[in-house]
């Protein structure tokens, strides 16, 4: 099992930017496929981003609803996983959870991680 804690959320104004952190533990990041999730108020848990490794490569896939402003990245040093945030908008507002779960591959579903981090609050304002 690996140990997950996020970390960065805050309140930001509308176009501005955001990283949030999830620090690992346990496990190596490398040898996990790993996922950031969004929940909105009175709303599911809906996918954001994902990214998995081969050797030094790593591929990442994207919500459409976040694709060109977010970026998922990782610090083999830290053992942490990363997601930038730029050009915020209000609609971003949500809890965000990282996820993780031994293996390879892109996972966009909730159910493919058996992982969770406590979430991190991420407000934006208009």
């Known amino acids: 099992q690996v140990q997950l804690v996020e970390s960065g959320g805050g309140l930001v104004q509308a176009g501005g930017s955001l990283r949030l952190s999830c620090a690992a533990s346990?496990?190596?990041?490398?040898?996990?496929?790993m996922g950031w999730f969004r929940q909105a108020p009175g709303q599911g848990r809906e996918f954001v981003a994902t990214?998995?490794?081969?050797?030094?490569?790593?591929?990442?896939y994207y919500a459409d609803s976040v694709k060109g402003r977010f970026t998922i990245s990782r610090d083999n040093a830290k053992n942490t996983v990363y997601l930038q945030m730029n050009s915020l908008k209000p609609e971003d507002t949500a809890v965000y959870y990282c996820?993780?779960?031994?293996?390879?591959?892109?996972?966009?579903?909730?159910?493919?991680?058996?992982?969770w981090g406590q979430g991190t609050q991420v407000t934006v304002s208009s």
């Open positions: 346990g496990r190596t990041v490398s040898s996990y496929a």
């Open positions: 996820a993780g779960v031994p293996g390879f591959g892109l996972r966009s579903k909730e159910q493919a991680y058996d992982n």
């Open positions: 990214i998995t490794w081969i050797g030094t490569d790593s591929n990442a």
